[in-house]
C-alpha cells in the first residue's frame, strides 16, 4: 500500500508530479484553460473586484502563494484570511468577490463554516478541494476538484501541490479574460505550466543532499525559515512540515522583519534557511541572510539552476529547476517537505501520524 516507500508521506510526496499533472490536464485542454468543470462563466470572471481566499494550515498556505500569482497576473485584489479568523471578524465584504475556500478533506470545521458565512452574505463561492462529496464540496457555488488522490499522510504535500496548481490555473484564466495579458503571454504560461511535473520530477531526484543535511541538523532547536514574496509563502509550508512531523521549533518570516526584533535569537550555529527563487527579491532576502550570519548563523540557501553566486554567500545551498518565476514555488517547497521528512526519519518519529495531529480538524 505504500508502493515500496517505508512511509506514506515519502510515497505521496512523490506523487506530487501526478497529482499536479492530473489536475493541470482536468483544466487545460487544446492549448487553453477551460473552466467548464468548475461552472463559472467568462461573465462571472470579468466581474469579480475582489477575490478572498480563506483556508487554514498549509491550504491557507497555498492561499498566500496564490495571492502573489493572482495579484501580479491577473490585476484583481486578493486577501488572504485563515478561515478560524474569518469566520469571526466582522468585517466588511465586497458583494462583488468571489471567495475562494481550499481544503483537501473539504471537512475542516472552520473553513466550512467560513463557506457558510460567504454564502449567507450572498457572496460568490468556490472550493478548491480534494475529496469529492465532502461538505466543502456539496455546499461551495463553484467546485475545482484537485486531482491528489486519496492522502494518508497526517502532512500534506500532494493536495498542497495540487491546490497550488488549481490557483495557477485560475490566475492565468482570469489574466486572459480580464484582458490583463496578451495570446502570446497566455501561451508562455500555459506551457510553462505545463513543463512543472516534469521538473517536480527532477527536483525529488536530488533527495540524496536534503538527507544527508537533515541527519546533520537533526538536532537543531530552532530554525528560522526567510524569504519575500512568494519564497515567504514557500517558507510558511517549509516551516509547518519541519515543525509538524519533527517537532522542530521553527518560524518562517517575511525576509525583511528579521531585524524587526527576531534576530536576537539568531546565536552561533543557529540554522537559517532561505528561499531565493524571486529574481527581484534575491539581494534584499541574500543581505538579510547576511547579517544572520555575521551573528554566528549557518546558513541554507534554496534557489534555482543558474544563480551559482549563492555559493559564495552560504553555507549549504539547493538548487531547483527553473520555471516562471510565479511557479516555482511548487519547486521549492519539495526539498523543504524532503526535509522535514528526513529529519522526522533521523529523529525516529512517528513520520505519517505526528503526536496531537488528526488528518481533518473537523472541531473548531
Ligand atoms: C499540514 C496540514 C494541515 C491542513 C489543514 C487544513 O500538513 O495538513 O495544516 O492543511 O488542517 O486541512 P484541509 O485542507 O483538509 O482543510
Same mark, same amino acid.
Not at 492530473?22 to 470579468?46: H, P, R, W, Y
Given at each position: 500500500?505504500?508502493?515500496?516507500?517505508?512511509?506514506?508521506?515519502?510515497?505521496?510526496?512523490?506523487?506530487?508530479?501526478?497529482?499536479?499533472q492530473?489536475?493541470?490536464n482536468?483544466?487545460i485542454?487544446?492549448?487553453a484553460?477551460?473552466?467548464?468543470?468548475?461552472?463559472?462563466?467568462?461573465?462571472?470572471?470579468?466581474?469579480f473586484?475582489?477575490?478572498?481566499?480563506?483556508?487554514?494550515?498549509?491550504?491557507?498556505?497555498v492561499g498566500?502563494a496564490a495571492?502573489?500569482?493572482?495579484?501580479?497576473?491577473?490585476?484583481?485584489?486578493?486577501?488572504?484570511?485563515?478561515?478560524s479568523?474569518?469566520?469571526y471578524r466582522?468585517m466588511?465584504?465586497?458583494?462583488?468577490a468571489?471567495?475562494i475556500?481550499?481544503?483537501?478533506?473539504?471537512?475542516t470545521?472552520?473553513?466550512l463554516?467560513?463557506?457558510?458565512l460567504?454564502?449567507?452574505?450572498?457572496i460568490?463561492?468556490?472550493?478548491?478541494?480534494?475529496?469529492?462529496?465532502?461538505?466543502?464540496a456539496?455546499? #461551495?457555488?463553484?467546485?475545482f476538484?484537485?486531482?491528489?488522490?486519496? @492522502? +494518508? /499522510?497526517?502532512?500534506?504535500?500532494? $493536495?498542497?501541490? *495540487?491546490?497550488?496548481?488549481?490557483?495557477?490555473?485560475?490566475?492565468?484564466q482570469?489574466?486572459?479574460?480580464r484582458?490583463k495579458?496578451?495570446?502570446e503571454?497566455?501561451?508562455?504560461?500555459?506551457?510553462?505550466?505545463?513543463?512543472?511535473?516534469?521538473?517536480?520530477?527532477?527536483?525529488?531526484?536530488?533527495?540524496e543532499?536534503?538527507?544527508?543535511?537533515?541527519?546533520k541538523?537533526?538536532?537543531?532547536q530552532d530554525?528560522?525559515?526567510?524569504?519575500r514574496?512568494?519564497?515567504y #509563502?514557500?517558507?510558511?509550508?517549509?516551516?509547518l512540515?519541519l515543525? @509538524? +512531523? /519533527?517537532y522542530?521549533h521553527?518560524? $518562517?518570516y517575511? *525576509?525583511?522583519?528579521l531585524?524587526?526584533?527576531?534576530?536576537?535569537?539568531i546565536?552561533q550555529?543557529?540554522l537559517?534557511?532561505?528561499?531565493?527563487t524571486?529574481s527581484?527579491?534575491?539581494?534584499?532576502?541574500?543581505?538579510?541572510?547576511?547579517?544572520?550570519?555575521?551573528?554566528?548563523?549557518?546558513?541554507m540557501?534554496?534557489?534555482?539552476?543558474?544563480k551559482?553566486?549563492?555559493?559564495?554567500q552560504?553555507n549549504?545551498?539547493v538548487y531547483?529547476p527553473?520555471?516562471?518565476?510565479?511557479?516555482?514555488?511548487?519547486l521549492?517547497?519539495?526539498?523543504?517537505q524532503?526535509?522535514?521528512y528526513?529529519?522526522?526519519?533521523?529523529?525516529?518519529?512517528d513520520?505519517?501520524?505526528?503526536?496531537?495531529l488528526?488528518?481533518?480538524v473537523?472541531?473548531?
Amino acid at each position: 500500500e505504500k508502493g515500496g516507500f517505508e512511509h506514506f508521506m515519502m510515497k505521496e510526496i512523490h506523487e506530487q508530479p501526478k497529482a499536479v499533472q492530473d489536475t493541470l490536464n482536468s483544466v487545460i485542454k487544446n492549448g487553453a484553460i477551460d473552466l467548464s468543470s468548475v461552472e463559472i462563466t467568462e461573465d462571472e470572471i470579468k466581474n469579480f473586484e475582489q477575490i478572498y481566499i480563506v483556508a487554514c494550515g498549509s491550504a491557507w498556505h497555498v492561499g498566500m502563494a496564490a495571492q502573489y500569482v493572482l495579484e501580479d497576473i491577473a490585476d484583481i485584489p486578493v486577501r488572504v484570511e485563515l478561515a478560524s479568523e474569518f469566520r469571526y471578524r466582522k468585517m466588511p465584504l465586497n458583494q462583488k468577490a468571489l471567495v475562494i475556500v481550499v481544503s483537501q478533506s473539504g471537512e475542516t470545521a472552520d473553513t466550512l463554516a467560513a463557506l457558510r458565512l460567504a454564502k449567507e452574505k450572498g457572496i460568490t463561492t468556490m472550493a478548491i478541494v480534494n475529496v469529492v462529496g465532502s461538505s466543502i464540496a456539496r455546499e #461551495a457555488d463553484k467546485v475545482f476538484y484537485t486531482l491528489a488522490g486519496p @492522502e +494518508i /499522510s497526517v502532512a500534506t504535500t500532494k $493536495a498542497y501541490s *495540487a491546490q497550488l496548481a488549481a490557483m495557477y490555473c485560475l490566475a492565468v484564466q482570469f489574466a486572459k479574460v480580464r484582458e490583463k495579458i496578451t495570446e502570446e503571454q497566455y501561451s508562455y504560461y500555459l506551457y510553462e505550466l505545463l513543463t512543472l511535473p516534469e521538473k517536480m520530477q527532477k527536483t525529488l531526484e536530488d533527495k540524496e543532499r536534503i538527507q544527508w543535511f537533515a541527519a546533520k541538523y537533526a538536532n537543531a532547536q530552532d530554525v528560522f525559515f526567510v524569504g519575500r514574496g512568494i519564497d515567504y #509563502a514557500v517558507c510558511l509550508e517549509g516551516s509547518l512540515k519541519l515543525k @509538524e +512531523i /519533527s517537532y522542530i521549533h521553527s518560524e $518562517a518570516y517575511a *525576509a525583511g522583519e528579521l531585524k524587526h526584533g527576531t534576530i536576537s535569537l539568531i546565536e552561533q550555529g543557529t540554522l537559517v534557511i532561505g528561499v531565493l527563487t524571486q529574481s527581484e527579491l534575491y539581494e534584499k532576502t541574500i543581505s538579510n541572510m547576511l547579517e544572520c550570519k555575521s551573528r554566528g548563523a549557518y546558513l541554507m540557501g534554496l534557489t534555482t539552476y543558474g544563480k551559482y553566486e549563492i555559493e559564495d554567500q552560504v553555507n549549504f545551498t539547493v538548487y531547483v529547476p527553473k520555471v516562471d518565476e510565479h511557479f516555482v514555488g511548487s519547486l521549492a517547497v519539495i526539498p523543504l517537505q524532503l526535509l522535514g521528512y528526513y529529519v522526522s526519519v533521523a529523529k525516529g518519529l512517528d513520520v505519517d501520524k505526528p503526536r496531537n495531529l488528526a488528518k481533518s480538524v473537523t472541531v473548531e
